[in-house]
């Protein structure tokens, strides 16, 4: 059957009152030839493919029922062609927009065509099987929670004393029923502090010799005697056991051969990327690029077959700040990454495979909705009224809970390398170090400029002052951690992060308070904004369907 469903649509009594909707002066009531040609080229017709197309691109038949999805893939059909109506189509950033879209899509059935010429012999699968056989079989192992006390550097028997006295404390405290996670969090001097001092599932022979001796004896709830070391002394807490764990030969293969197969795809797909990134010969103008007087239609980048203008690359960047002051490395990521996409586009249509595994009706609908959510925005901007000051100052006034300046902390730092040569020797120059903070012996500043490599380190390692919220951003959320419980003034031992250590000093700290207007101002302006767009949005679908009067009918 071709046809499966039809719309009663009443578009001359849609496109007539239009002006009226979206605020458009474009002539008395009456249709002008081109909305007339608007309407008579909208079908109201939607065949079975067009569902399953549909359905295909992204949406979850079980998430709506059916006559819902019929009505927003109508809405989606009919506002794609009042974007074109409205020349929304010829717009550059949008026509790029769509470009990447569907090149995007055939990029994945491309990838997908690779996939399925992949052929793997019995030989190589065997070899992967032997390779891994042995890693997918999990032996017994405990999981374990540390807290480790460091001695002083140089210290003598009278301060190695004074550590252990405390260490035995902190036993007590475990043993008695206190939270060990707790302990280690606000006492242990090693990294996995900021986990609660969790090592994580240790099988055996992972640790030192006498250390997993008793490690693999512990039962869980059990606490160990303190351990003794170099360089401190440890606490070890058992959670539980976890048991072997073994797989069979069956799934050990086909492992294997998913994994050669992922392999094989990923070493083909960038040789392949490799090949269209050459055959592009691409050219950067970079005097265009990093002009803020260059023309927008000027070439930025030209390639084999085509190139990019300012206006371009500025759409394909959609970054939030002037083109000029985009990195270099972050242009020729995104180019690169788009003549791929363009490359792969190319390669479908070369063979023949525009409608691979449903393609066509993805990119068809891709492009539609693309268009359609450019109708709505437009149609949005048409009726959306920004809020005056006086409005977002009562939305404030009204919200005022929900409008909180938070924690705020002022903060210096050292950042020192991580050598990947001799681990121990650095971490015990970072130790001393710390030690040489924490017992006055050298001004934090002073040893920042000394010996940070960070940016900040000739201010003396000042970063100024950053929210709760940008912190675990910024640097990390071990370093969030370890903030929170400290005191002004204090320093917050060594925090490892990638192949840095870290020492961080918290010079002031601005507890979480309700914010004054002058701060929210802004806030409350996007606030307010934003529910005045899902308003009209909601409205505007809501104008659509009423005067589109869908109505589904079977032949």
């Known amino acids: 059957m071709a046809l499966d469903y039809t719309f009663h649509m009443n578009l001359r009594t849609y496109l007539l009152p239009l002006p009226l909707l979206v605020g458009l002066a474009v002539g008395p009531a009456s249709l002008a030839d081109d909305e007339v040609e608007a309407a008579a080229s909208f079908s109201n017709t939607l065949s079975e493919t067009e569902l399953a197309g549909w359905l295909d ?45 569907e090149a995007a899509l055939a990029e994945a059935a491309m990838r997908r065509v690779v996939a399925s010429s992949i052929n793997l012999t019995e030989v190589e699968i065997e070899a992967k099987y032997q390779a891994i056989k042995d890693t997918f079989t999990l032996p017994r192992r405990v999981r374990l929670r540390n807290l480790y006390k460091r001695f002083p550097p140089d210290a003598d028997e009278v301060a190695k004393a004074a550590v252990r006295a405390e260490m035995e404390t902190l036993r007590r405290r475990a043993v ?60 070890l807490f058992c959670e539980k056991i976890v048991p072997k764990v073994e797989r069979s030969p069956q799934e050990l293969r086909d492992i294997a051969h998913q994994r050669l ?80 996409a363009r490359a792969a586009a190319q390669e479908i249509e070369r063979r023949g495979l525009e409608d691979f595994e449903g393609l066509a009706d993805r990119r068809l609908w891709a492009r539609r909705k693309i268009l359609a959510s450019k109708a709505s925005l437009h149609w949005v901007e048409q009726r959306f009224d920004p809020p005056t000051e006086a409005e977002a100052r009562q939305y404030f006034e009204a919200q005022r809970q929900s409008f909180v300046r938070p924690v705020h902390f002022d903060l210096a730092a050292i950042q020192l390398p991580l050598p990947g040569d001799d681990l121990q020797k650095s971490f015990r120059q970072a130790e001393r170090l710390v030690y040489q903070l924490e017992s006055g012996e050298l001004p934090f500043a002073e040893a920042a400029q000394q010996f940070s490599r960070h940016s900040s380190a000739e201010h003396g390692g000042r970063l100024g002052w950053v929210s709760r919220q940008i912190l675990p951003h910024a640097y990390g959320l071990k370093v969030l951690k370890a903030l929170v419980p400290m005191r002004v003034g204090e320093m917050s031992g060594l925090i490892q992060d990638g192949d840095d250590w870290w020492i961080f000093q918290l010079l002031a700290k601005q507890e979480e308070r309700p914010m004054t207007w002058d701060e929210a101002r802004q806030k409350a302006e996007n606030r307010l904004g934003n529910e005045r767009v899902r308003v009209v949005e909601a409205q505007l679908r809501q104008e659509l369907v009423q005067r589109l009067r869908l109505e589904v009918v079977r032949p």
Not at 71 to 89: I, S, Y
């Open 261 to 340: 197969r992922n392999q094989t795809l990923r070493k083909t797909w960038r040789a392949q990327e490799v090949e269209w990134l050459a055959a592009a010969r691409v050219v950067y103008r970079w005097p265009v690029v990093e002009s803020d007087t260059a023309a927008h239609t000027a070439l930025a980048v030209a390639f084999e077959g085509g190139g990019l203008s300012r206006r371009q690359l500025e759409a394909l960047m959609a970054a939030r700040r002037p083109l000029e002051q985009v990195p270099r490395q972050r242009i020729e990521q995104r180019v690169e990454a788009y003549l791929v």
């Open 57 to 101: 691109f992204g949406q979850r038949p079980g998430s709506v029922d059916r006559e819902r999805h019929l009505e927003e893939l109508m809405l989606v059909k009919f506002l794609a062609t009042q974007a074109a109506w409205l020349g929304l189509d010829r717009r550059v950033a949008v026509q790029l927009e769509i470009e990447l879209r």
């Open 176 to 235: 008695e029923g206190q939270d060990f996670a707790a302990l280690a969090t606000a006492h242990s001097d090693s990294q996995t502090r900021f986990q609660g001092g969790l090592m994580g599932n240790v099988p055996a022979g992972r640790l030192t010799p006498e250390v997993d001796a008793l490690a693999m004896t512990m039962r869980p709830g059990e606490v160990s005697e303190i351990l003794s070391g170099p360089d401190g002394l440890t606490l």
